[in-house]
């Protein structure tokens, strides 16, 4: 009987320290340069390049009801996330379109990175709504990463294109 107790204790302390640990989400990176101004104060380039800050926000990714679109967009995103991804093992092309790029608070950068390096910064908020990038001969991992401090974000991409990459 005593053993069992003992167990039991253990799981259940076993248990709330799993909570306790994976259950608390980081503290919301606040915007300190001002609504008008976007580029990222907390969050730097080694910080996106590692992608392991955690976020908090969430992340809102829908199907257009109009179209063949999936618009990916947040209110109040702070952290780091990759929005897709795919590992090449040979020699391959990478086309990726992107549509409706705001910012409309925080701060926010959106990058394309190649294994350790970052590889293309996408514009947001210009007055061409449309992003085109290539490259070219890629072996390694290659992802869409996102970095906001207290960010309200949305851009938009062929639901063909989104399916060619991993996603969540």
């Known amino acids: 009987m005593k053993k069992l107790f003992l167990c039991l204790v253990a799981i ?43 976020m908090t926000g969430g992340i809102t990714i829908k199907k257009d009801l109009i179209g063949s679109g999936i618009t990916i967009s947040s209110d109040g995103f702070s952290g780091v996330y990759d929005v897709l991804w795919t590992n090449f093992l ?16 925080g701060n926010f950068k959106a990058c394309l990175v190649l294994d350790d390096e970052i590889v293309g910064v996408i514009p ?19 992802s869409l990463r996102i970095a906001g401090e207290s960010a309200a974000f949305q851009f938009s991409i062929t639901e063909d294109e989104y399916d060619r990459f991993e996603h969540p």
Not at 25 to 43: S, W, Y
Not at 90 to 105: N, P, R
Not at 124 to 142: I, K, M
């Open 12 to 54: 259940l302390m076993l248990v709330v320290g799993l909570f306790w640990i994976f259950g608390t989400a980081p503290d919301p990176i606040q915007d300190t340069n001002g609504p008008d101004k976007h580029n990222l104060q907390v969050i730097n380039d080694f910080d996106i390049i590692a992608g392991d800050m955690g």
């Open 124 to 142: 947001f908020n210009q007055e061409d709504p449309f992003y085109s990038f290539r490259l070219d001969d890629v072996n390694g991992t290659f």
């Open 90 to 105: 040979g020699k391959s092309d990478i086309t990726l379109d992107l549509t409706a790029l705001t910012v409309t608070e």
